[in-house]
């Protein structure tokens, strides 16, 4: 019911800034919230960040003061701006979304490196 697609990954030097699109399309009825995970190969799938419907926004640690997850409604556009990028910020990052159903993007890309 909702695809999503995510873009502006790349590589970047440590300290470094990147903001992630994760674009969103369909049937986005009730209640829900986008989210923005990352992995690394071989390790767990974590939480950066998420924001609801309404605005309300939620950071966890990997890049708690680190970065600021924000909407666009006019295109239902959720944002992901990071700076002070470090190597260990190198990552697969995924945009979620999650309703009534639970829609996963492809993943973009980061690397911090320099």
């Known amino acids: 019911q909702v695809q999503i697609v995510e873009s502006g990954g790349g590589t970047v030097q440590p300290g470094g800034s990147l903001t992630l699109s994760c674009a969103a399309s369909g049937s986005m009825t009730g209640f829900y919230v986008i989210a923005w995970y990352r992995q690394a190969p071989g390790k767990q799938r974590e939480l950066v960040a998420d924001i609801s419907k309404f605005g309300t926004t939620n950071y966890k640690d990997p890049l708690k003061g680190r970065c600021t997850i924000s909407r666009d409604n006019a295109n239902n556009t959720v944002y992901l701006q990071m700076n002070s990028l470090k190597p260990e910020d190198t990552a697969t990052y995924y945009c979620?979304?999650?309703?009534?159903?639970?829609?996963w993007g492809q993943g973009t890309q980061v690397t911090v490196s320099s």
């Open positions: 979620r979304y999650i309703g009534t159903v639970d829609s």
